[in-house]
């Protein structure tokens, strides 16, 4: 009997290991800030074992039978735990104090196993065994599960499983004990009962786990994912909820497609529709074929050359159904020209000249990204521009990233163009901001092609009005040398969000 | 299959750990651009072959460095075209040649100039000729890409070379101490670049003293002070700061104008500027031409290369001074030329390293390491996506005397120094081994003069500058200080000096 008595008090101590260490990695991802979180849990937890071996001194009676339904609670709350905070953040606003109730409450109910035990087979031995034994056992569990927890627990079955795999630990402990203890127990059947039942609850829930975590996810990233893949370029996510299509570039939101018109329109069209009889255009970035939509309605225009570094991204542009019906399938127009290419080099080793050019980067997030809004780039694209032609650069939120915006325009003014800001609405982004330039003086369009739902020749004039929380600040241009952008970027976004 | 109890015991703990799943690349390579042999030829007095042919040229220039290459660029730039620049090693470029593979170009050794003062006219003027400098403006392409440098020191990085986080306010005060001192030296006009053009003999006593003793009666005496002085002494002179002259540690920190946008480089370092400059003087070079004797005659004077004599009126000599002796009749053993031993090695990188959340930058330096760290070649790429890149690994090898490093150089093959270099580069980039798929590596033993205690107002230095003769010396030894400005200015200066002669004598 005494190396089954002590292989439980092993089994035991591992799963107190495992509740504690599921609830600190959990609380890292989900919250992040890893070292305060496991700081935190841990003296959190083991606070509240000390508690709990403290109200051991009130069970004086039946000692073995609490015994059996601690083990019981224990594989309930610790089983569901990592369920539980899963859903707790996906669904509530409370997930901390969720977090930090079920710490202390496994805490307490593990604080109370050892001391337990202990006087259980305190008869049995003599004190001193008593508390080598245990003691020994106790920390070789703890090592066990240490090691187990990483190498296989969390990269084979999960945070959920492994969480739900300890509760059955604990709830086979419970039943074990009945049968080694049961000499000294009466009402063995119940006890029994009780513990089938939650045999069973976590063997079901180990079976859903999957379900569970589905279910968690899907709240976390709200809508469904109905794509995700990592090229070699970038973290490419599609997500869909009832009829909104969104695109995430490494988690940056790309357009919604409820009010992508609102952008793609206000992109395309001041500029485009100004300049006379356009033939070639040229597209850096714009991978998802919605600016070309809005070019292709020019009759007029020959040829449309688009650059993007991405190959999956223009082809699953290309290929998809819900994405083709988005874009109207601009990608397969004879007019465009894809080209998968990093756009620096392309623009400076091409020679062709465009009428209009469409600089549409995601937004300057890291210095590789910052060479796209250069002086040096802004140079290199404009000798590709035609006598009468315009260039337009989406330019971040002027609203929200007030500097970058007028960074950008200075960078623009900087490299030899004049400069026309304007800005419109998108309510996915809020608003948002555009530079034209060019080398000549820029009037607006009077005539537009028909069937826009945005854009209008009376409206557009307003876009180009600046009101005070807009308006321009003094910045420096940004040059491959100084990178001014990124930082100020960083900076514009750091102050709204967190 | 049997899995005996060792390997099973070896395999479990290896997985335990998590090492199973790590693999090293294999690492290919080998020294390369070794010329050592050729020197040890001329110093063991080996016999050359008797002349068999005769050529004969108003100017022959002697090595194919920066030097010489200004040289030549100043007859051509001036319409004289009636010379010829003898190089030793089968590419021309000396301190700034370069390599190329698939990937990117590549700096053998200087990597950057900086933005030359209003003082430095000469490369002022040869910048104009490169399109780098445009009706005053420097060439954005050209200067170097924000960010620039950081440091790795307590486990972290910070921005820039000079440590700036954790400083006690004894470091604090200490970097503002000297700031001010070298602020003055700076206003007092004698610290300039070229050198010759500002040294006068007011500050000579700093010439007697080693920068680290100067820096003691500073009342500098905090660690982080004493490494980046140090740090500055192993990357510009290839000493340590006891064994360079404290006039010269003195210039590195008040010769220049502090400004924000500089430096000048290329992903091929001043390999760039060797190249443009082999396009315009390109067809009077010829590599492989090892000097072995040069005399002068009644008529001229006489250089002796391979099976040939080359008959001249002046010869520009812009290979390294420590040849000399050997080359030149009569000429006097030298006794105030120093030379710092040097190693770079350029590392193939497959994938960079984990970041830790640092940005890559151009130049990156390891607090206490005895190396200078690294130059990533492709931060000057215009593109955005860069997977594979090469870096360039400098260490002086500063401790210790000259002649032993040199021996070290030698003695140690290829793995010894992979070795160390990966070692070196394990602290701060723990997965650098699954990385590395390649390093070549170019062992130096006389890289670059060094401005030894008493070496710049030394008398044999100010003799060998003297011009009115038909053997010019033209490179940086004559500043005692190694940098593209000083042995352009000797290349350019000596130029002129025999275009004057030659135009005196018609």
Same mark, same amino acid.
């Given at each position: ?480 040398n ?17 | ?65 920066i ?28 301190n700034a040649?370069w ?7 590549y700096p053998?050794a200087a990597h950057y100039v900086p933005v030359p ?6 490369v002022?003027?040869?910048f104009?000729?490169?399109?780098v ?5 420097w060439?954005?392409?050209n200067l170097c890409f924000?960010?620039q440098e ?52 007011? @500050?000579?006593? *700093?010439?007697?003293?080693?920068? =680290?003793? #100067? !820096? ?7 660690? /982080? ?10 990357d510009d ?19 220049r104008?502090?400004e924000?946008k500089g430096p000048l480089t290329w992903p091929e370092g001043n390999g760039w500027i ?56 009569? @000429?006097?053993? *030298?006794?105030?030329?120093?030379? =710092?031993? #040097? !190693? ?7 994938? /960079? ?9 151009w130049d ?8 200078l760290?690294?130059v990533d070649a492709?931060h000057q ?11 360039t690994?400098y ?75 038909? !053997? ?11 940098i593209f400005e ?21």
């Open positions: 009997m005494g190396i089954l008595l002590f292989i439980s008090v092993l089994l035991v101590a591992a799963c107190g290991l495992i509740y504690e260490l599921v609830a600190g990695t959990l609380a890292s991802y989900l919250v992040g800030d890893s070292v305060f979180q496991f700081s935190t849990i841990i003296g959190t937890y083991l606070f509240a074992m000390g508690i709990g071996s403290a109200l051991s001194r009130y069970l004086n009676r039946g000692l073995v039978y609490r015994f059996v339904w601690i083990e019981l609670l224990l594989g309930v709350i610790g089983g569901f735990s990592s369920a539980v905070l899963m859903m707790a953040f996906a669904f509530t606003q409370g997930f901390e104090m969720i977090l930090y109730a079920l710490v202390i409450v496994m805490g307490v109910l593990v604080g109370l196993e050892i001391p337990l035990l202990m006087r259980i087979v305190r008869d049995r031995y003599e004190f001193r065994d008593v508390i080598a034994h245990v003691l020994t056992f106790d920390y070789l569990g703890a090592l066990g599960a240490s090691l187990l927890f990483p190498i296989l627990l969390v990269p084979r079955l999960g945070l959920v499983r492994s969480a739900m795999l300890f509760g059955l630990v604990n709830a086979g402990v419970a039943l074990w004990t009945t049968y080694l203890f049961s000499t000294q127990l009466s009402g063995t059947r119940t006890l029994r009962i009780a513990c089938v039942v939650v045999l069973c609850g976590l063997g079901l829930g180990m079976a859903e786990a999957r379900r569970i975590t589905a279910t968690a996810e899907d709240n976390i990233y709200a809508d469904d994912i109905i794509f995700a893949r990592d090229t070699r370029y970038q973290h490419l996510v599609l997500t869909r909820f009832k009829d909104d299509l969104r695109l995430f570039l490494n988690s940056h939101l790309q357009f919604s497609s409820r009010d992508e018109y609102r952008y793609h329109e206000a992109l395309i069209h001041p500029g485009l529709a100004a300049v006379p009889a356009p033939r070639r255009v040229l597209v850096l970035g714009g991978g998802d074929g919605l600016a070309v939509r809005e070019i292709l309605k020019y009759t007029q225009i020959e040829s449309i050359t688009l650059v993007d570094l991405d190959p999956e991204m223009t082809k699953l542009f290309s290929t998809h159904p819900m994405l083709t019906q988005l874009n109207d399938k601009s990608f397969l127009s004879s007019r465009v020209h894809i080209i998968n290419a990093d756009a620096f080099p392309w623009v400076d080793s091409n020679t062709d000249s465009f009428d209009f050019i469409v600089i549409d980067f995601p937004d300057p997030t890291n210095y590789s990204l910052g060479k796209l809004y250069t002086t040096a780039f802004y140079r290199a694209a404009a000798r590709h521009l035609s006598a009468q032609g315009m260039l337009v650069v989406q330019s971040t939120s002027p609203m929200f990233a007030r500097d970058s915006f007028w960074c950008i325009a200075q960078t623009l003014k900087q490299a030899g163009l004049q400069t026309y800001p304007y800005h419109v609405y998108v309510p996915s982004f809020g608003e948002w901001g555009f530079v034209l330039a060019s080398t000549h003086e820029y009037t607006p369009p009077v005539l537009l092609p028909n069937g826009l739902r945005f854009i209008n020749v009376e409206g557009l004039p307003a876009l180009f009005q600046f009101p005070p929380d807009m308006a321009p600040l003094p910045v420096p241009p940004n040059q491959l100084s990178q001014v952008l990124v930082r100020m970027y960083e900076n514009d976004w750091k102050d709204i969000s967190h | 299959m049997k899995v005996g109890r060792r390997n099973f015991l070896r395999a479990g703990s290896a997985a335990l750990v998590g090492l199973s799943l790590k693999t090293d690349r294999p690492i290919a390579g080998s020294f390369v651009n070794d010329s050592f042999q050729m020197g040890h030829l001329l110093r063991d007095r080996a016999s050359f072959p008797a002349p068999k042919r005769i050529e004969k040229f108003p100017v022959v220039i002697i090595g194919g460095g030097a010489g290459l200004s040289a030549a660029w100043r007859f051509r730039k001036r319409g004289f075209t009636d010379f010829v620049l003898l190089e030793m090693n089968p590419q021309a470029g000396g040649r390599g190329e593979n698939e990937i990117t170009a053998w003062g209003p003082k430095t006219e000469y002022r003027e040869l104009e000729d490169l399109g400098l445009k009706n005053g403006q060439e954005e392409r924000a960010p950081r440091l790795f020191l307590y486990g972290r990085w910070q921005d820039g070379i000079e440590p700036a986080i954790g400083l006690a306010q004894k470091d604090h005060d200490q970097f503002q101490h000297l700031e001010d001192l070298f602020a003055k030296f700076r206003a007092s006009g004698e610290f300039t670049i070229p050198v010759e053009l500002g040294r006068s003999s007011k @500050f000579q006593e *700093l010439d007697r003293l080693s920068f =680290s003793d #100067w !820096l003691q009666q500073q009342g500098c005496d905090s660690g /982080l002070v004493n490494w980046y002085m140090n740090y500055a002494c192993r002179y290839g000493a340590l700061a006891k064994d360079t002259s404290a006039w010269a540690g003195v210039h590195y920190f008040s010769s104008e502090a924000e060797t190249r443009r400059l082999l396009e315009r003087v390109g067809e009077n070079v010829r590599t492989n031409e090892m000097v072995h004797r040069i005399t002068e005659t009644k008529r001229g004077i006489s250089v002796f290369a391979g099976d040939a004599e080359f008959q001249s009126e002046f010869v520009i000599f812009a290979a390294p001074t420590f040849l000399g002796p050997y080359l030149i009749e009569g @000429f006097p053993r *030298l006794h105030d030329f120093v030379y =710092s031993p #040097w !190693l770079t090695a350029n590392l193939t990188l497959e994938r /960079l390293p984990d970041s830790r959340g640092a940005e890559p930058t990156t330096v390891f607090l206490d390491s005895p190396t760290g690294y492709t790429s215009l593109r955005t996506h860069i997977e594979r890149t090469i870096w690994f260490w002086a090898l500063a401790e210790g005397a000259p002649a032993q490093n040199r021996q070290l150089l030698l003695d140690k093959d290829w793995t010894y120094w992979k070795e160390a270099i990966l070692h070196d580069l394990e602290r701060v980039h723990s997965d650098i081994r699954q990385c590395v798929s390649r390093i070549d590596i170019m062992r130096m033993g006389h890289a670059m003069i060094r401005p030894a205690i008493g070496s710049v107002f030394s008398e044999e230095r100010r003799r060998l500058t003297r011009r009115n003769t038909r !053997l010019l010396f033209a490179n940086s030894d004559l500043s005692s200080i190694s000083e042995a352009q200015y000797h290349g350019v200066l000596a130029a002129q000096t025999v275009l004057d002669h030659l135009h005196g004598h018609r």
